[in-house]
């Protein structure tokens, strides 16, 4: 799939069209400067990045929250809410074929009742959503590799996605057979979702056995047995009494 345009709007009209074409698209601060030597930052490249992240299944905090210090932008936050700034996101199967299959997706920053979430003008949940963007762009309808866990290797937007190549997930919730089911995906191989169950089992198994030879030895074990055996009888004997 081809990202073929990025739409912002509201109720009532478009604020923004971004529209892609096949190769490379540059986003270029045309805005008139004396100064030559400008980077170019805060014209919007991140901003864009995040945006299409967002209808794909992203939370779109990251627009108006900063990613490292944790603060809220009010401004930028109260404008999408109070606006109903709606982001719709067109891909298409052939980007030089405007009559080839599209995906168009469009999503809002309410909730509840207000919340917009749809899929070619199909209201979705959550998981739904979830499960219907996969199968639509990677035809797939596994499990494992999850959809935010494929589309880490096509958008980065944040300075340490930038420097991993292959290692592209989050270190603090991934275990390596994530990563062979994601790479394996990659290659188009079956992937066998059940090893990574199996695998964080055997952690969850071992972290107990760690805790509990950490907290007690054997010989504590025992007595705490025979006590707890101890009051089990005391126990039926009451219970035979009665």
């Not at 932008?73 to 080839?100: A, M, P």
């Not at 089992?201 to 056995?209: F, S």
Request: proline share 2%.
């Amino acid at each position: 799939m081809f990202l073929k345009s990025l739409v912002i709007r509201n109720d009532e009209e478009i604020i923004r069209e971004i529209p892609f074409h096949k190769g490379i698209n540059l986003i270029v601060d045309e805005t008139p400067s004396p100064n030559k030597t400008e980077s170019g930052n805060g014209v919007g490249k991140t901003t864009v990045l995040r945006l299409i992240d967002f209808c794909l299944d992203g939370d779109g905090k990251n627009i108006y929250i900063d990613p490292e210090f944790k603060n809220t932008n009010q401004k930028i936050e109260s404008f999408l809410k109070e606006n109903n700034i709606i982001i719709v996101l067109t891909l298409i199967e052939n980007i030089e074929d405007s009559k080839s299959r599209k995906i168009i997706i469009e999503r809002n920053f309410l909730n509840y009742k207000n919340k917009i979430q749809k899929i070619n003008g199909e209201s979705l949940s959550n998981d739904e959503f979830s499960t219907k963007l996969k199968e639509l762009i990677f035809d797939s309808n596994a499990k494992n590799p999850t959809l935010k866990q494929l589309k880490s290797k096509n958008i980065r937007d944040e300075k340490n996605k930038l420097t991993q190549t292959i290692r592209v997930l989050p270190q603090n919730v991934t275990t390596d057979a994530i990563y062979e089911s994601l790479h394996l995906f990659w290659f188009g191989i079956d992937v066998d979702t059940s090893k990574d169950q199996l695998v964080r089992d055997k952690n969850i198994e071992e972290r107990l056995q760690s805790r509990l030879r950490k907290d007690s030895n054997l010989s504590q074990i025992n007595q705490s047995l025979i006590i707890i055996n101890k009051h089990i009888d005391s126990l039926n004997l009451k219970k035979k009494s009665i």
